[in-house]
Protein backbone atom coordinates (compact mmCIF):
# COMPACT_ATOMS: atom_id res chain seq x y z
CA UNK A 1 0.00 0.00 0.00
CA UNK A 2 0.86 3.88 0.04
CA UNK A 3 1.51 3.91 3.29
CA UNK A 4 1.75 2.19 7.08
CA UNK A 5 -1.96 0.73 7.81
CA UNK A 6 -3.21 0.12 11.24
CA UNK A 7 -5.96 -1.30 11.99
CA UNK A 8 -8.67 -0.94 14.68
CA UNK A 9 -7.55 2.54 14.78
CA UNK A 10 -9.18 2.20 18.26
CA UNK A 11 -10.47 -0.17 20.64
CA UNK A 12 -12.16 -0.14 24.05
CA UNK A 13 -11.76 -3.11 25.82
CA UNK A 14 -12.09 -4.45 28.93
CA UNK A 15 -9.72 -5.07 31.78
CA UNK A 16 -8.18 -8.96 31.57
CA UNK A 17 -9.24 -9.64 28.01
CA UNK A 18 -6.96 -10.32 25.19
CA UNK A 19 -6.07 -8.16 22.31
CA UNK A 20 -4.77 -8.24 18.76
CA UNK A 21 -3.69 -5.12 17.34
CA UNK A 22 -2.60 -5.06 13.11
CA UNK A 23 0.03 -3.54 11.45
CA UNK A 24 0.24 -3.24 7.45
CA UNK A 25 3.74 -1.90 6.39
CA UNK A 26 4.97 -0.45 3.32
CA UNK A 27 5.35 -3.40 0.74
CA UNK A 28 9.11 -4.07 0.31
CA UNK A 29 10.37 -2.31 3.80
CA UNK A 30 12.16 -5.01 6.03
CA UNK A 31 12.14 -3.48 9.08
CA UNK A 32 9.03 -3.27 11.02
CA UNK A 33 8.63 -1.51 14.75
CA UNK A 34 5.74 -0.84 17.46
CA UNK A 35 5.77 1.50 19.73
CA UNK A 36 3.53 3.11 22.15
CA UNK A 37 2.55 6.37 23.29
CA UNK A 38 1.17 7.22 26.35
CA UNK A 39 -0.75 10.47 26.48
CA UNK A 40 1.57 13.23 26.56
CA UNK A 41 4.46 10.85 26.63
CA UNK A 42 7.61 10.02 24.03
CA UNK A 43 8.11 6.91 22.55
CA UNK A 44 8.49 3.88 24.19
CA UNK A 45 10.39 1.20 22.20
CA UNK A 46 8.41 -2.35 22.05
CA UNK A 47 9.64 -4.32 19.56
CA UNK A 48 11.45 -4.73 16.39
CA UNK A 49 11.89 -7.14 13.45
CA UNK A 50 14.18 -6.42 10.72
CA UNK A 51 13.88 -9.08 7.82
CA UNK A 52 15.01 -12.98 8.92
CA UNK A 53 17.23 -11.94 12.16
CA UNK A 54 15.46 -12.86 15.52
CA UNK A 55 13.48 -9.64 16.38
CA UNK A 56 14.70 -7.29 19.22
CA UNK A 57 11.92 -7.94 22.20
CA UNK A 58 14.08 -5.94 24.83
CA UNK A 59 11.14 -3.25 24.75
CA UNK A 60 8.61 -5.30 25.33
CA UNK A 61 7.23 -4.72 29.53
CA UNK A 62 5.70 -7.74 30.43
CA UNK A 63 5.33 -11.22 29.17
CA UNK A 64 1.87 -10.16 28.43
CA UNK A 65 3.15 -8.60 25.19
CA UNK A 66 4.01 -10.19 22.15
CA UNK A 67 4.37 -9.87 18.88
CA UNK A 68 4.74 -11.75 14.97
CA UNK A 69 5.52 -11.02 12.00
CA UNK A 70 4.18 -13.06 9.25
CA UNK A 71 6.07 -13.70 5.89
CA UNK A 72 8.16 -10.57 6.37
CA UNK A 73 5.03 -8.59 5.76
CA UNK A 74 2.27 -7.85 8.26
CA UNK A 75 2.43 -8.08 12.30
CA UNK A 76 0.41 -8.18 14.64
CA UNK A 77 1.09 -7.17 18.55
CA UNK A 78 -1.09 -9.48 21.21
CA UNK A 79 -1.33 -8.04 24.74
CA UNK A 80 -3.10 -10.73 26.45
CA UNK A 81 -4.88 -10.20 29.63
CA UNK A 82 -5.18 -6.34 29.36
CA UNK A 83 -4.57 -3.91 32.30
CA UNK A 84 -5.55 -0.26 32.83
CA UNK A 85 -1.90 0.53 32.27
CA UNK A 86 -1.84 -0.83 28.70
CA UNK A 87 -4.23 2.48 27.79
CA UNK A 88 -1.61 4.31 25.27
CA UNK A 89 -1.66 4.48 21.66
CA UNK A 90 0.45 1.95 19.82
CA UNK A 91 2.72 3.01 16.74
CA UNK A 92 3.79 0.74 13.53
CA UNK A 93 6.96 2.42 11.57
CA UNK A 94 8.47 0.57 8.69
CA UNK A 95 11.82 1.41 7.17
CA UNK A 96 13.65 -0.17 4.06
CA UNK A 97 15.91 -1.13 6.60
CA UNK A 98 19.22 -0.18 5.78
CA UNK A 99 21.43 2.34 7.26
CA UNK A 100 20.44 6.33 6.88
CA UNK A 101 16.68 4.86 6.30
CA UNK A 102 14.14 6.70 8.00
CA UNK A 103 10.91 5.25 8.94
CA UNK A 104 7.45 5.75 8.03
CA UNK A 105 4.60 5.40 10.70
CA UNK A 106 1.26 4.63 10.61
CA UNK A 107 -1.63 6.21 12.52
CA UNK A 108 -1.25 4.47 15.34
CA UNK A 109 -4.02 2.02 17.11
CA UNK A 110 -5.73 3.92 20.60
CA UNK A 111 -6.32 1.45 23.31
CA UNK A 112 -8.42 2.62 26.64
CA UNK A 113 -9.00 -0.54 28.72
CA UNK A 114 -11.83 0.27 30.92
CA UNK B 1 26.38 1.68 21.32
CA UNK B 2 24.07 4.66 19.77
CA UNK B 3 22.27 7.00 21.97
CA UNK B 4 20.56 10.27 21.93
CA UNK B 5 20.06 12.85 24.18
CA UNK B 6 17.57 15.84 24.11
CA UNK B 7 18.83 18.30 26.19
CA UNK B 8 15.27 20.22 27.00
CA UNK B 9 12.07 18.57 27.43
CA UNK B 10 9.89 21.51 26.95
CA UNK B 11 11.08 25.17 25.09
CA UNK B 12 8.96 28.16 24.74
CA UNK B 13 9.60 30.99 22.25
CA UNK B 14 7.58 33.95 21.27
CA UNK B 15 6.51 33.36 17.82
CA UNK B 16 8.83 34.92 15.15
CA UNK B 17 11.90 34.93 17.60
CA UNK B 18 14.68 31.74 16.72
CA UNK B 19 13.72 28.15 17.90
CA UNK B 20 17.00 26.28 18.97
CA UNK B 21 16.47 22.65 20.21
CA UNK B 22 18.90 20.51 21.21
CA UNK B 23 20.21 16.95 20.56
CA UNK B 24 23.47 15.22 21.96
CA UNK B 25 24.04 11.30 19.86
CA UNK B 26 26.45 8.81 20.68
CA UNK B 27 27.51 6.52 17.88
CA UNK B 28 30.39 4.23 17.46
CA UNK B 29 29.98 4.70 13.71
CA UNK B 30 29.09 7.92 11.54
CA UNK B 31 25.48 7.98 12.30
CA UNK B 32 22.53 8.75 10.54
CA UNK B 33 20.62 11.04 12.38
CA UNK B 34 16.88 11.95 11.70
CA UNK B 35 14.28 15.13 13.32
CA UNK B 36 10.46 14.24 13.54
CA UNK B 37 8.03 16.28 14.19
CA UNK B 38 4.65 15.11 15.94
CA UNK B 39 1.40 18.27 16.36
CA UNK B 40 -0.99 17.29 18.50
CA UNK B 41 -3.13 14.58 17.62
CA UNK B 42 -1.25 13.92 14.58
CA UNK B 43 1.10 11.02 13.64
CA UNK B 44 4.73 11.21 13.42
CA UNK B 45 6.33 13.36 10.38
CA UNK B 46 10.36 13.15 9.24
CA UNK B 47 11.06 16.87 9.16
CA UNK B 48 14.73 16.07 8.24
CA UNK B 49 17.94 13.99 8.08
CA UNK B 50 21.07 13.53 8.18
CA UNK B 51 23.17 10.69 6.26
CA UNK B 52 26.71 11.80 5.96
CA UNK B 53 26.37 13.95 3.09
CA UNK B 54 26.12 18.01 3.65
CA UNK B 55 26.71 18.78 7.31
CA UNK B 56 24.15 21.48 7.05
CA UNK B 57 20.88 19.78 6.35
CA UNK B 58 17.46 21.77 5.87
CA UNK B 59 14.19 20.22 5.98
CA UNK B 60 9.99 20.94 5.80
CA UNK B 61 8.87 23.94 7.44
CA UNK B 62 11.82 25.88 7.05
CA UNK B 63 13.90 24.05 10.04
CA UNK B 64 17.37 23.15 9.64
CA UNK B 65 19.70 21.25 11.25
CA UNK B 66 23.53 21.46 11.80
CA UNK B 67 25.58 18.19 11.92
CA UNK B 68 28.88 18.49 14.16
CA UNK B 69 30.87 16.18 14.73
CA UNK B 70 33.58 17.17 17.25
CA UNK B 71 30.60 18.29 19.25
CA UNK B 72 28.43 15.31 18.66
CA UNK B 73 25.37 17.34 18.18
CA UNK B 74 22.53 17.60 15.65
CA UNK B 75 20.57 20.64 17.06
CA UNK B 76 17.31 21.33 15.18
CA UNK B 77 16.35 25.50 14.65
CA UNK B 78 14.43 27.83 12.67
CA UNK B 79 14.93 31.24 12.56
CA UNK B 80 11.46 32.45 13.00
CA UNK B 81 8.81 30.51 14.98
CA UNK B 82 5.40 30.17 13.98
CA UNK B 83 2.02 29.22 15.89
CA UNK B 84 1.91 26.32 13.94
CA UNK B 85 5.49 25.17 14.70
CA UNK B 86 3.44 24.18 18.16
CA UNK B 87 4.42 20.40 18.66
CA UNK B 88 6.68 17.72 19.83
CA UNK B 89 9.69 16.88 18.42
CA UNK B 90 11.75 13.54 18.61
CA UNK B 91 16.04 13.38 17.82
CA UNK B 92 16.12 9.88 16.29
CA UNK B 93 19.87 8.16 15.98
CA UNK B 94 20.57 5.17 13.48
CA UNK B 95 22.26 1.96 14.51
CA UNK B 96 25.06 1.69 11.67
CA UNK B 97 25.86 -1.80 11.82
CA UNK B 98 23.94 -4.30 10.23
CA UNK B 99 20.79 -4.18 12.64
CA UNK B 100 20.05 -0.28 11.62
CA UNK B 101 17.62 0.01 14.16
CA UNK B 102 16.40 3.92 15.17
CA UNK B 103 17.11 5.18 18.66
CA UNK B 104 14.99 7.53 19.78
CA UNK B 105 15.43 10.98 22.08
CA UNK B 106 12.76 11.74 24.98
CA UNK B 107 11.26 14.15 22.84
CA UNK B 108 11.34 18.10 23.25
CA UNK B 109 7.81 19.53 23.23
CA UNK B 110 8.24 23.54 21.29
CA UNK B 111 5.54 25.58 22.80
CA UNK B 112 4.92 29.09 21.21
CA UNK B 113 4.03 32.09 22.80
CA UNK B 114 1.77 34.94 20.85
Known amino acids: GAGVSQSPSNKVTEKGKDVELRCDPI?????LYWYRQSLGQGLEFLIY????????KSGLPSDRFSAERTGGSVSTLTIQRTQQEDSAVYLC????????????FGQGTRLTVV | AQSVTQLDSHVSVSEGTPVLLRCNYS??????LFWYVQHPNKGLQLLLK????ATLVKGINGFEAEFKKSETSFHLTKPSAHMSDAAEYFC????????????WGAGTKLIIKP
Open chain 2, 92 to 103: VVSRMDSNYQLI
Open chain 2, 27 to 32: SSYSPS
Open chain 2, 50 to 53: YTSA
Open chain 1, 27 to 31: SGHTA
Open chain 1, 49 to 56: FQGNSAPD
Open chain 1, 93 to 104: ASSIGRGGTEAF
